[in-house]
């Protein structure tokens, strides 16, 4: 078999023979003894048996100058080395097939989209030679180009959406097409390192950290392994700033006119003051307008107050600092119950006690009804209310008793906005 090679746009000194087929058997030649190096040439005796009872001397050599590529087999008799003399022997019995296979690069002279052809003619023994078809690959001697899209100078939050682009038609000429990219990373001014590394996304999101700058650019490889040299700049440099990192509240459930506090954490130390903005969704919550993270810290801590309500309400108070934002909710309860008490606690019947109920703060925004119940009204029959007014904690209140002809225990509950306490009365005869 010869093959004539295009020596004009084929570097003929990086010829690397492959795989050689004949049927099931198969002869690898290995780079060192693949022409051209050394003596330009390969030999080899492959062994067909037990398929066939011929061993295969297989010669392949490379012209340097005139660029032909030539296979030789012969067929040998296993049992004295030489060529058989049997008529009917051969290395390709009817229905086996061979192979062989070869690569060689480009010379980096011959301009991408450069057509070179290949065609190979075949002599078996003394008959009239056969071509093969003609095999035909398009050069791409340029390497692609790509780039990383322009981010914001300075990123909103720790973590965006990095993007890239790229090409290999180069000047309106079409290489072997995009095969991946690989995306480095500069954190601070240090070394590039790939973020990502041979992918063929074009999109991915990158989590930083605070108070980092943040530089890439992105490396193409095409279909040919030519690969895209690594730019003199970066293609774009994003700031991560600091952000909220947490924010939390305790207690979240408060009585109206008492208070509570929050806390806000940044997501790393603060290089100077740092003002956060804080509003309310209600008038029942009360937080101031700004506060501050002083410099060389990473969290601030401060006062929430309350006003009284009528009902359960529910505030939420929201962070805000360079476009982010955290929330918080508190719930507002009204004012009840703290405490009932009697005095004395003990009293022969038909005689009075003074009960004292305090609430939780002063009543507010107007009076508060406490409402009063007992276990047993034959013997302690209590007033159905009082009314604290507005401003006061305390209110008290009279309680009666009924002739007993035995030691008896009586619980009284005091009920004010849906908190109950209660005290017991002994009664005695």
Do not use: C
């Not at 398929?51 to 004295?80: C, E, K």
């Not at 973020?195 to 490889?221: C, D, K």
């Not at 604290?388 to 309680?399: E, H, K, L, N």
């Amino acid at each position: 078999m010869t093959d004539q090679l295009d020596p004009v746009n084929l570097d003929l000194t990086s010829l690397s023979l492959g795989v050689i087929t004949i049927g099931n058997h198969q002869a690898t030649p290995t780079v060192e003894n693949s022409p051209p190096v050394g003596a330009k040439q390969y030999d080899y005796d492959l062994d067909l048996r037990p398929d066939n009872n011929i061993i295969a001397h297989i010669h392949a050599s490379l012209d340097m100058l005139l660029g032909t590529l030539t296979y030789q087999f012969q067929s040998l008799d296993p049992s004295t080395g030489l060529p058989t003399t049997d008529p009917n022997a051969g290395l390709l019995p009817p229905g086996v097939e061979g192979t062989v296979q070869f690569s060689a690069a480009p010379k980096t002279s011959s301009p991408t989209g450069t057509v070179t052809s290949n065609q190979a003619t075949i002599v078996f023994d003394y008959n009239p030679p056969m071509s093969t078809s003609v095999w035909s690959n398009t050069l791409d001697n340029d390497p692609p180009v790509s780039h990383v899209n322009k981010l914001a100078t300075t990123q909103k939050l720790g973590y965006f959406t990095v993007k890239w682009s790229g090409t290999d038609t180069i000047n309106g000429i079409a290489g072997s097409g995009l095969a991946n990219y690989t995306i480095y990373v500069s954190d601070n001014g240090g070394a590039y390192t790939p973020w990502l590394s041979n992918v063929t996304q074009t999109s991915a999101v990158f989590t930083g950290e605070a108070n980092h700058t943040y530089a890439f650019y992105s490396i193409a490889r095409d279909n040919a392994g030519n690969v895209q040299p690594t730019p003199a700049t970066p293609d774009t440099t994003t700031k991560v700033p600091l952000a909220l990192l947490s924010f939390v509240v305790s207690p979240t459930t408060v009585v109206g006119s008492q208070s509570t506090a929050g806390t806000i954490t940044m997501d790393g130390t603060v290089p100077s003051d740092t003002l956060i903005k804080l509003t309310s969704s209600s008038s029942a919550v009360i937080v101031p307008s700004t506060v501050t993270v002083p410099a060389g810290a990473e969290s601030v801590s401060f006062g929430i107050s309350t006003n009284a309500v009528t009902a359960l309400t529910k505030g939420t108070i929201k962070a805000s600092y360079n476009g982010g934002n955290l929330s918080q909710s508190v719930k507002v309860l009204p004012i009840g119950v703290q405490s009932v008490s009697i005095n004395p606690t003990t009293v022969t019947g038909g005689n009075s006690a003074t009960g004292t109920v305090t609430l939780q703060a002063a009543a507010a925004p107007g009076n508060i009804t406490v409402s009063f119940t007992s276990s047993n009204t034959a013997v302690v029959p209590t007033p159905a209310s009082i009314t604290i007014p507005a401003g006061s904690q305390t209110g008290t209140f009279t309680v009666s008793t009924n002739h007993v002809n035995a030691k008896t225990s009586v619980t009284i509950k005091a009920t004010a906005n849906g908190v109950t306490k209660s005290v017991k009365l002994t009664v005695t005869p």
